[in-house]
């Protein structure tokens, strides 16, 4: 009778059948993880390459760069960053090539003598603290030893682009006065 009973529970229930399809579903959850992760992935990879690369036109300003068309770069980098950092804890080597680049956009501004306005100012230095802060975020998140040189080298890079915005602003300065004689 037992055994009629746990025969028919089965046939029932359909155990065996919901037990497979309760494997199947781990198994199809697995593959959607394993997914998920990759894609991830490739989302951070994509996002910090769009970051470097509006990094990088930040850099080719030059002789022909008007205040209006620094502000627009300066916007379109500031809008990258921002996803970027939404996304994910950056890259220690992503960071140190952004910001290479705008010390090179700095050292070119000045280069090319562009005059640039308060807001022009304020984005570069908001740039300057974000980019401050998202180095110590990523430092911390990769505080592995294999990652020290790295780490140095990013902090070596902050260092250079804070005399740098120094050596800006005493250029503006400087312009400013200039102009103020004219």
Partial sequence: MEDDFKHDFKQDFKIEENNEVLRDMRATLAE?????????????????????????????????????????????????????ISTHKLNLSTLQHVIVNLINCLQRIRRYKI????????????????????????????SDMNRYFTQHSLLKCLKSL?????????????????????
């Fill in 115 to 142: 005059r640039y306005d308060e807001e022009a100012y304020y984005k570069i230095n908001s740039l300057f603290d974000k980019l401050s802060r998202q180095s110590t975020i990523s430092i911390q998140a990769n």
């Fill in 32 to 84: 959607v993880r394993k997914s998920e992760k990759l894609l991830k992935q490739e989302i951070i990879t994509a996002t910090d390459l769009n970051f470097e690369n509006s990094s990088f036109l930040l850099s080719q300003v030059d002789g022909d760069t008007h205040t209006l068309e620094l502000n627009n770069m300066l916007i379109n980098f500031n809008t990258t960053f921002d996803k970027a």
């Fill in 162 to 182: 804070k005399s740098e915005l120094k050596e800006c602003d005493k250029y503006m300065n400087n312009e400013l006065e200039d102009h103020d004689i004219d």
